[in-house]
T-cell receptor
C-alpha cells in the first residue's frame, strides 16, 4: 500500500526566508504527487501537481523518484503563506483515490 | 466558495446515537468522498463513491455507512459502532475517476459525541 510521510508537524520561518516543506512517499509503481493547502478559515484546495511542473504562488515541487520525495519549496516566504500543507499521492492510471500525509503547518512571522 | 456544502457546521450527539452528516454538491461531479480529519493524523478516507448507487470503503470505514441515491448527495452516517466518533469530517467531490486527484472540499462538519 502507498504511504505519504511529512516529517515536520510545524515549520516556522521569518518573512523572506526560504521554505522547504518535506514530503516522502512509498509506492512501488508510478505515483502522481500533489500538494494541497488549507489557509485559515478556508477550505482545503489543490495547490499544485507534479505532472504540470508549474509554479503556484511562488511554490514549486519536483518529484525525485530516486529519493521518493516531493518537497515543496519557495525561495522567499510571505506571511500569507501561513497555512496547513498536505502532500498527497495518487496511483497513476486508472481510478485512484488520494492518500494524504499528516500535514505540516507553516507559520511565517514578520 | 460555493459548489459543495456540508451541514451542519457543528453537531453534538449523545453516545449511542446514530448521526447523519449531509454533503451536497452542484458541480455535476460524479465522484464524492468522505474524510475524517483528526489533529496530527491528516485526512483519512472513510468512503468514496464513483457514481450514483455505488460506493466503496476507504481506509477507516468501520462504524460508518453511506448512501448515494442522487448524484448531488452523499450523506454519511456515523453509527454507534464507531468507537471514536468525535472528529472533523470533510466531504469532497471530483469530476470523475480520471481526475480523482483534483478534489473540491466542503467546509466540514465538526461532530462532538459525549
Amino acid at each position: 500500500a502507498q504511504r505519504v510521510t511529512q516529517p515536520e508537524k510545524l515549520l516556522s520561518v521569518f518573512k523572506g526566508a526560504p521554505v522547504e516543506l518535506k514530503c516522502n512517499y512509498s509506492y512501488s509503481g508510478s505515483p502522481e504527487l500533489f500538494w494541497y493547502v488549507q489557509y485559515s478559515r478556508q477550505r482545503l484546495q489543490l495547490l499544485l501537481r507534479h505532472i504540470s511542473r508549474e509554479s503556484i504562488k511562488g511554490f514549486t515541487a519536483d518529484l525525485n523518484k530516486g529519493e521518493t520525495s516531493f518537497h515543496l519549496k519557495k525561495p522567499f516566504a510571505q506571511e500569507e503563506d501561513s497555512a496547513m500543507y498536505y502532500c498527497a499521492l495518487s496511483i497513476r492510471g486508472g481510478y485512484s483515490t488520494l492518500t494524504f500525509g499528516k500535514g505540516t503547518m507553516l507559520l511565517v512571522s514578520p | 466558495d460555493g459548489g459543495i456544502t456540508q451541514s451542519p457546521k457543528y453537531l453534538f450527539r449523545k453516545e449511542g446515537q446514530n448521526v447523519t452528516l449531509s454533503c451536497e454538491q452542484n458541480l455535476n461531479h460524479d465522484a464524492m468522498y468522505w474524510y475524517r480529519q483528526d489533529p496530527g493524523q491528516g485526512l483519512r478516507l472513510i468512503y468514496y463513491s464513483q457514481i450514483v448507487n455505488d460506493f466503496q470503503k476507504g481506509d477507516i470505514a468501520e462504524g460508518y455507512s453511506v448512501s448515494r441515491e442522487k448524484k448531488e448527495s452523499f450523506p454519511l452516517t456515523v453509527t454507534s459502532a464507531q468507537k471514536n466518533p468525535t472528529a472533523f469530517y470533510l466531504c469532497a467531490s471530483s469530476i470523475g475517476a480520471a481526475r480523482a486527484y483534483e478534489q473540491y472540499f466542503g467546509p466540514g462538519t465538526r461532530l462532538t459525541v459525549t
